[in-house]
């Protein structure tokens, strides 16, 4: 069961995938960890935005879809765009997506450290807030 972290910054999802087995997680490769969403204001561009994401999704077995929710108000809420590319992969039919908000992950993070610093992972240091959602999600499964 592959799980993709998502990051959503500005016009672009961050990507990371990560999977789980037997208790041991494993960052799989991937050939592209950031999706920009281009002029927004197009239909035709937010389909190819979810074109994109789909067969990626699809070439890499991804199951499930963890994106880092952004608060709706207040001085760190999510911009129009942002939110047009959280529907957009929300309305993927071939995974399933869920919400994890910012409290959610550091709890989860506390009851399960990383085993090793992220400076360790060879990840991006973009790709961290999307390592970190996959990471939260995938230690609360058993």
């Known amino acids: 069961m592959i799980t993709c972290g998502v990051d959503i910054k500005g016009s672009e999802a961050i990507l990371c995938l990560l999977s789980k087995t037997d208790g041991l997680f494993q960052i799989v490769d991937c050939r592209q960890v950031r999706v ?19 067969k990626l999704f699809e070439d890499y077995q991804v199951t499930n879809v963890v994106i880092r929710e952004r608060p709706t108000k207040g001085k760190f809420s999510g911009g129009a765009t942002g939110f047009k590319i959280e529907a957009a ?54």
Do not use: C, M
């Open 36 to 54: 920009t969403l281009v002029k927004d204001n197009i239909s035709d561009n937010i389909k190819k935005f979810q074109f994109t994401l789909q």
């Open 89 to 142: 992969i929300q309305l993927i039919d071939s995974v399933t997506v869920t919400l994890l908000n910012n409290t959610e992950i550091k709890a989860r993070l506390k009851d399960n450290p990383l085993p090793i610093s992220y400076a360790d992972t060879g990840l991006k240091a973009f790709q961290e807030s999307a390592f970190s959602v996959a990471y939260a999600a995938l230690s609360a499964s058993q």
